[in-house]
């Protein structure tokens, strides 16, 4: 009996050793499992904050070459207005030498006879400058038309007008390249 006992002891101790040894090894993987959890966890939360800056940087990107373009195309319009002045101002179109007057006609009901002459004082030409902001001529009867010659004593035209008319003060001296070109 005493060989039987003998021999069944280092079995038991083995499985015991080995029981610990397997339980070791468990508890060592369930650590770095543990650890790899929490690193994986961190890191998407490091991804998601990290694409959420790049889409702020995106966006700030984009409106900072927004303004870019815009300023860009403010120094061409301030350019070209430079150029304009100059251009003008070698025509003869210098302030000094202009007056201003406002027009505002709203709805004044005029003959035909009285709406030619002042259509015409408004039209351009080298001594005036008509800049209109609303014009609007109009039958007051259903039946007329707006170019038909009709009696002198037929109803009037409504006329609206409102702008701007530049007129020469001082004589020009020269014919400016402004107003001998083509439109």
């Not at 650590?31 to 889409?55: C, K, M, N, P």
């Not at 004044?108 to 014009?135: C, H, K, M, W």
């Amino acid at each position: 009996m005493t060989s039987s006992v003998s021999a069944s002891i280092p079995w038991h101790n083995r499985v015991r050793q080995s029981r610990r040894a397997s339980l070791l090894l468990f508890a060592i993987a369930m650590g770095a499992l543990l650890v790899a959890v929490i690193w994986f966890t961190r890191a998407r939360s490091d991804l998601a904050e990290a694409y959420a800056q790049v889409g702020g940087r995106q966006q700030a990107l984009a409106a900072a070459q927004q303004r870019s373009h815009e300023a860009r195309l403010r120094v061409q319009l301030a350019d070209g207005a430079k150029m304009l002045v100059q251009r003008a101002q070698s025509g003869g179109f210098v302030q000094e030498n202009w007056g201003e007057r406002l027009i505002n006609i709203s709805q004044t009901p005029l003959v035909r006879d009285e709406i030619n002459p002042l259509l015409g004082g408004v039209t351009r030409n080298s001594e005036r400058i008509f800049g209109a902001e609303a014009f609007e001529l109009s039958v007051t009867r259903a039946d007329e038309g707006l170019f038909d010659t009709t009696d002198p004593r037929s109803p009037p035209l409504m006329l609206s007008l409102r702008g701007t008319l530049l007129f020469r003060t001082q004589a020009m001296p020269a014919a400016p390249a402004i107003l001998t070109e083509a439109p």
